[in-house]
């Protein structure tokens, strides 16, 4: 198994393709690591100069010096005078920490990263077309860093030895993956209630009573309605489920402030005459429903057709970064970030892919593995033609020289394009063709192993 990685810098196509710049320098000697798409919003990376900042307050390099005898130049007199030499000094009593709130066991999950079936086929046309040979980490580590490279395979496991495993719930629409039914089932009659319901609007009465105030959100300013209005509760927790999802309905609610402004009072019920009331889609003549009234009837008559309960989930990318459930997110976040410094999983299952689709994997270098579309066969030079068995000989003794140093070496002073230069350039294309020289993805070449075993590759399925 490999026990290097690099990463692997790519360029996307318009046509949704991607070109390969793959080299060997470590992770550590080029440049930082990827953003992870996994980190939660209030993450931060600490700033630059923090711990030197940190020194200078705390590791007395800015503080003056003591005076012998004295206090601190910098320290104000003490309050009474100085303390008489007889005196205790004062000890300062700190208060008590408070206690750590308890923190809530993670679930135990598992999970595991696989290569999507449409992204893996472009990685596999990239290979044929380059005719070289890739690392097969820096294939994995690419196909992680993809917005659409790769699904993740979410499981629950036993919590306690003897016990089954406990079962998993998927919204069958997006894919989002959440630890309990029910909220599965709000996030998606929520979320997917316009598949159902389509919104209009109707005209009515502005509505009458007296109102001395008017509930307003502080995050973005739109009136709710008077606390005392029927319609004010209905309002607060349709903002809070469609554009402050982030926060509980407390939180929220917390955010809701009372203006005593007959001016915006009346703004209030201008606006409520024209109300948004939902139809169903499959029974548009049936009488229009409000939005708590929607949800409820999604509730009651969709939950199986919304929400899958099942043992083992499957999360495409975009779905996994995305998932509501605050516990699985942090569960793939961590996972994710393992992944990253070493793709194992998605080696281990790119592994049979590759054969299946008619690639070949082998050793090189540093008990590296390498894939190519080529097959690797070593060529006996005593049977060769004299141009082809000088450049075998060259290369076996020259391993990783390049089109250029091959040249330079045979035919030292020759102009590339002249009809010698010409001549050598189509002998290695045939060697290449014929896997007895392998050409590496940054243009290095080298001599198969006369001992590797030449494996027929599986035809495309």
Same mark, same amino acid.
Not at 162 to 176: E, M, N, Y
Not at 376 to 383: I, Q, R, V
């Given at each position: 198994?490999?026990?290097?990685?690099?990463?692997?810098?790519?360029?996307?196509?318009?046509?949704?393709?991607?070109?390969?710049?793959?080299?060997?320098?470590?992770?550590?000697?080029?440049?930082?690591?990827?953003?992870?798409?996994?980190?939660?919003? !209030?993450?931060?990376?600490?700033?630059?100069? %923090?711990?030197? +900042?940190?020194?200078?307050?705390? !590791?007395?390099?800015?503080?003056?010096?003591?005076?012998?005898?004295?206090?601190?130049?910098?320290?104000?007199?003490?309050?009474?005078?100085?303390?008489?030499?007889? +005196?205790?000094?004062?000890?300062?009593?700190?208060?008590?920490?408070?206690?750590?709130?308890?923190?809530?066991?993670?679930?135990?999950?598992? #999970?595991?990263?696989?290569?999507?079936?449409?992204?893996?086929?472009?990685?596999?046309?990239?290979?044929?077309?380059?005719?070289?040979?890739?690392?097969?980490?820096?294939?994995?580590?690419?196909?992680?860093?993809?917005?659409? !490279?790769?699904? %993740?395979?979410?499981?629950?496991?036993?919590?306690?030895?003897?016990?089954?495993?406990?079962?998993?719930?998927?919204?069958?629409?997006?894919?989002?993956?959440?630890?309990?039914?029910?909220?599965?089932?709000?996030?998606?009659?929520?979320?997917?209630?316009?598949?159902?319901?389509?919104?209009?609007?109707?005209?009515?009465?502005?509505?009458?009573?007296?109102?001395? !105030?008017?509930?307003?959100?502080?995050?973005?300013?739109?009136?709710?309605?008077?606390?005392?209005?029927?319609?004010?509760?209905?309002?607060?927790?349709?903002?809070?489920?469609?554009?402050?999802?982030?926060?509980?309905?407390?939180?929220?609610?917390?955010?809701?402030?009372?203006?005593?402004?007959?001016?915006?009072?009346?703004?209030?019920?201008?606006?409520?005459?024209?109300?948004?009331?939902?139809?169903?889609?499959?029974?548009?003549?049936?009488? &229009?429903?409000?939005?708590?009234?929607?949800?409820?009837?999604?509730?009651?008559?969709?939950?199986?057709?919304?929400?899958?309960?099942?043992?083992?989930?499957?999360?495409?990318?975009?779905?996994?970064?995305?998932?509501?459930?605050? %516990?699985?997110?942090?569960?793939?976040?961590?996972?994710?970030?393992? +992944?990253?410094?070493?793709?194992?999983? #998605?080696?281990?299952?790119?592994?049979?892919?590759?054969?299946?689709?008619?690639?070949?994997?082998?050793?090189?270098?540093?008990?590296?593995?390498?894939?190519?579309?080529?097959?690797?066969?070593?060529?006996?030079?005593?049977?060769?033609?004299?141009?082809?068995?000088?450049?075998?000989?060259?290369?076996?003794?020259?391993?990783?020289?390049?089109?250029?140093?091959?040249?330079?070496?045979?035919? &030292?002073?020759?102009? +590339?394009?002249?009809?010698?230069?010409?001549?050598?350039?189509?002998?290695?294309?045939?060697?290449?063709?014929?896997?007895?020289?392998?050409?590496?993805?940054?243009?290095?070449?080298?001599?198969?192993?006369?001992?590797?075993?030449?494996?027929?590759?599986?035809?495309?399925?």
């Amino acid at each position: 198994m490999d026990n290097d990685t690099t990463e692997t810098p790519a360029t996307a196509t318009p046509g949704g393709d991607f070109l390969l710049d793959l080299n060997f320098v470590p992770v550590w000697a080029r440049k930082a690591p990827g953003d992870n798409p996994y980190r939660a919003a !209030g993450d931060r990376e600490p700033a630059a100069g %923090a711990s030197r +900042e940190r020194e200078d307050r705390f !590791g007395g390099r800015d503080r003056p010096p003591r005076r012998p005898g004295g206090p601190r130049p910098d320290r104000p007199p003490r309050p009474g005078g100085p303390r008489r030499p007889d +005196e205790r000094p004062a000890v300062r009593r700190s208060a008590a920490p408070a206690p750590a709130a308890p923190v809530a066991p993670p679930p135990p999950l598992e #999970i595991v990263f696989l290569p999507e079936r449409r992204h893996l086929s472009a990685v596999v046309r990239q290979v044929r077309a380059a005719r070289r040979a890739f690392p097969l980490a820096e294939l994995a580590q690419f196909i992680l860093r993809q917005p659409d !490279g790769y699904q %993740a395979r979410i499981e629950l496991r036993s919590a306690e030895p003897g016990r089954p495993p406990g079962k998993l719930a998927q919204c069958r629409i997006c894919h989002s993956v959440f630890l309990r039914e029910d909220e599965a089932l709000e996030h998606a009659v929520q979320q997917h209630l316009d598949r159902y319901f389509e919104e209009q609007t109707v005209q009515e009465e502005a509505p009458t009573g007296q109102f001395f !105030g008017v509930a307003r959100c502080r995050l973005s300013g739109e009136l709710l309605g008077p606390p005392n209005h029927h319609a004010y509760g209905e309002r607060l927790q349709e903002l809070q489920a469609t554009r402050f999802s982030h926060l509980t309905l407390d939180e929220y609610r917390a955010q809701v402030e009372t203006v005593r402004d007959p001016a915006l009072v009346e703004q209030w019920k201008e606006q409520y005459r024209t109300r948004r009331v939902l139809r169903r889609r499959d029974t548009p003549d049936a009488p &229009p429903l409000t939005r708590a009234e929607a949800l409820a009837a999604l509730r009651a008559e969709k939950a199986a057709e919304l929400v899958q309960s099942l043992p083992r989930a499957l999360a495409p990318a975009a779905a996994a970064r995305a998932l509501a459930d605050g %516990a699985v997110k942090r569960a793939i976040r961590e996972a994710w970030n393992r +992944e990253d410094r070493f793709p194992l999983q #998605i080696m281990t299952a790119l592994r049979p892919a590759f054969r299946h689709m008619g690639l070949h994997l082998f050793k090189a270098g540093d008990n590296h593995t390498f894939v190519t579309a080529i097959a690797p066969a070593a060529l006996h030079a005593e049977f060769a033609l004299p141009a082809i068995r000088q450049a075998l000989d060259f290369l076996a003794a020259h391993p990783g020289a390049t089109r250029a140093e091959l040249l330079a070496g045979l035919l &030292p002073g020759q102009d +590339e394009r002249g009809d010698a230069a010409r001549e050598l350039a189509t002998h290695l294309r045939w060697l290449v063709d014929k896997g007895h020289v392998i050409e590496f993805f940054n243009g290095a070449l080298a001599v198969p192993r006369r001992d590797h075993p030449r494996r027929p590759a599986a035809k495309n399925a």
